[in-house]
């Protein structure tokens, strides 16, 4: 079945920048999607397709996806971004939808 | 307002059953299409089925399937999750999602705590 690999841990400081990485074979060939899910609480689509935003979603957050990395891009981060972000697929191999084990963002 | 209220949830004891339901409102549920997905204490999300909008087309993750069974009742904006032979490792939060057109969960709701313990 199909994998996708995150870092369990991004540290970025307020008002930088930072990048969390999904790695999965061939994932350009993939739509790519991103959830923000903070402490007890659903998760929430942040990203989908690679790179769009669903409304209400900051431009702050972006994504970008090629070869064997995608990768959501959280400009100017501030405390409220501190959360666990998920990417996920589909999986057309097993009809199945696949998550990422989920990275968590620190603000320092 | 879009909304999915989970329900349903509780303690039971390993080998037993539970019904999970999702209530919907604000948009027109039948022509969408619905998944569970589960996270375990501490863990990461995890799949767990898919039903077509009709109800005909559903596929399971391989965890769970032969034991849980999903359908939907249109006229009642509803969808459900049938949990049997339920096991230690069932125990997690399970979220009913909308889908979005391109294969992802664009719509959550606040989750139904399943605890299978002795």
């Known amino acids: 079945s199909y994998v996708l690999t995150q870092p369990p841990s991004v540290s970025v400081a307020p008002g930088q920048t930072a990048r969390i990485a999904c790695e999965g074979n061939?994932?350009?060939?993939?739509?790519v999607h991103w959830y923000q899910q903070k402490p007890g609480q659903a998760p929430v689509l942040v990203v989908y397709?690679?790179?769009d935003r669903p409304s209400g979603i900051p431009e702050r957050f972006s994504g970008s996806n090629s070869g064997n990395t995608a990768t959501l891009t959280i400009s100017r981060v501030g405390a409220g971004d501190e959360a666990d972000y998920y990417c996920?697929?589909?999986?057309?191999?097993?009809?199945?939808?696949?998550f990422g084990d989920g990275t968590k963002v620190t603000v320092l | 307002e879009e909304q999915l209220v989970e329900s349903g949830g509780d303690l039971v004891e390993p080998g037993g059953s539970l019904r999970l339901s999702c209530s919907t409102s604000?948009?027109?549920?039948?022509?969408?299409?619905m998944n569970w997905v589960r996270q375990a204490p501490g863990k990461g999300l995890e799949w767990v089925s898919y039903?077509?909008?009709?109800?005909?087309?559903?596929r399971y993750a391989d965890s769970v399937k032969g034991r849980f069974t999903i359908s939907r009742d249109n006229a009642k904006n509803s969808l459900y999750l049938q949990m049997n032979s339920l096991r230690v490792e069932d125990t997690a939060v399970y979220y009913c999602?909308?889908?979005?057109?391109?294969?992802?969960?664009?719509?959550w709701g606040q989750g139904a705590l399943v605890t299978v313990s002795s």
């Open positions: 999602a909308r889908e979005g057109g391109s294969l992802n969960f664009e719509l």
């Open positions: 604000g948009f027109p549920f039948s022509t969408y299409e």
């Open positions: 039903i077509g909008i009709s109800g005909t087309t559903i």
């Open positions: 061939n994932i350009g060939s993939k739509s």
């Open positions: 397709d690679d790179s």
């Open positions: 996920q697929v589909w999986d057309n191999t097993g009809d199945h939808y696949v």
